[in-house]
C-alpha cells in the first residue's frame, strides 16, 4: 500500500497520528467551528495544544461560512501558522462536495500566499458534522490533486487520520488517482 504519491510537485502523504503533533509541518489545518472557538475533535486539540491566545486571535476573524478558510498563528503549538476552516455540515450544508472543495482550495492558497511549504490537514467535515468517510477522502483527495498545479510555495500535504481505518480510505483514494 503505498503512502505517498508526488503529483505535479507536491507530495501527498496519508498518515495516522494526532493534528495537533505535526511538528514538521508549517500549517496545520483546523475542522473549526463557525464562531471559531475550541470544541471536540480536531479544533479541541488544537486550542487544548495551542494554548488561550488562539481563541483570542480567532475571535476578530469570527464567524466564517461554510468553504471558507482564514490563517493565524500557531501559539504554543510547534508550527507557524493555524488555518481555520469551516466544512460543510452533511445534509444541511449544500451542495456539500463542493463546500468541502472550497475548503481545501482555500486552506492552500491560504498557505501559497504566505509562502508556507507544507501544510497538515485532517478530515475536514467527518467527524460531528457527519460527512461520509469515502466521499469526503474523494473530495479531499482530488481537490489538493487538482490545486497541486497552481501551488507555488506548497510542496508536501499531509492528510492526519485518526484512525487506521480512515488512513485505509484515504490511501485508498490516493492510490485510485489518475
Ligand atoms: P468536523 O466538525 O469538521 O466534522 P471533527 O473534529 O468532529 O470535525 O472531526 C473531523 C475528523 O477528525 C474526524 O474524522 C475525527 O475522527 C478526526 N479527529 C478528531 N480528533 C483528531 C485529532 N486530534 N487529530 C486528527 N484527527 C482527529
Redesign the pocket.
Known sequence: MIKKRNIQGVTIECVQ????NQPDMDAIVN?A?ARLTT???????IHRAAGPGLEAECRPLAPIRPGQAVITGAHNLPNRHVIHCL?PVYGRDNPSDRLLADCYRNALALADEKELSSVGF??????????P?EPAARVAIGTVARSAPKLSFVTHVRF????EN?RGVFTRMLEELE
Do not use: E, Y
Not at 470544541?39 to 486539540?45: F, K, N, Q, R, T
Open positions: 497520528g494526532d493534528i495537533a475542522a467551528n470544541g471536540g475533535g480536531v479544533a479541541g486539540a466544512g485532517p478530515a475536514i467535515s467527518t467527524g460531528v458534522f457527519g460527512f468517510l492526519i487520520l485518526f484512525s480512515d
